[in-house]
């Protein structure tokens, strides 16, 4: 069994930054992939960020060099890194695992707007 909850989320104004973390429970933290997705309102949720290890990592094309992925295995908590924001990354951004099945965050709200 795995929980996870993401915590970061707010308001913030176009060009500028957010950090997103996701606490997760249980103790196989560190075998985990680990990613981040979003659902923007009617759109589909979709992939943004994932993570294998420490230092394996992909990204959407849209966020390519303005997000970052990292993981503290320590801590059981991975983070995504969020600058340069855009009016278009306004969505509820999710944790995500897999492990026998998937799991899920509650999700986190990303507003960027002036």
């Known amino acids: 069994q795995v929980q996870l909850v993401e915590s970061g989320g707010g308001w913030v104004q176009p060009g500028g930054s957010l950090r997103l973390s996701c606490e997760a429970s249980?103790?196989?933290?560190?075998?985990?992939?680990m990613d981040w997705y979003r659902q923007a309102p009617g759109k589909q949720r979709e992939l943004v960020a994932g993570?294998?290890?420490?230092?394996?990592?992909n990204y959407a094309g849209s966020v390519k060099g303005r997000f970052t992925i990292s993981r503290d295995n320590a801590k059981a908590t991975v983070y995504l890194q969020m600058n340069n924001l855009k009016p278009e990354d306004t969505a509820v951004y999710y944790c995500?695992?897999?492990?026998?099945?998937?799991?899920w965050g509650q999700g986190t709200q990303v507003i960027v707007s002036s």
């Open positions: 995500h695992t897999m492990y026998i099945r998937e799991y």
């Open positions: 249980g103790n196989i933290f560190n075998i985990l992939r």
């Open positions: 993570i294998i290890g420490s230092s394996t990592t």
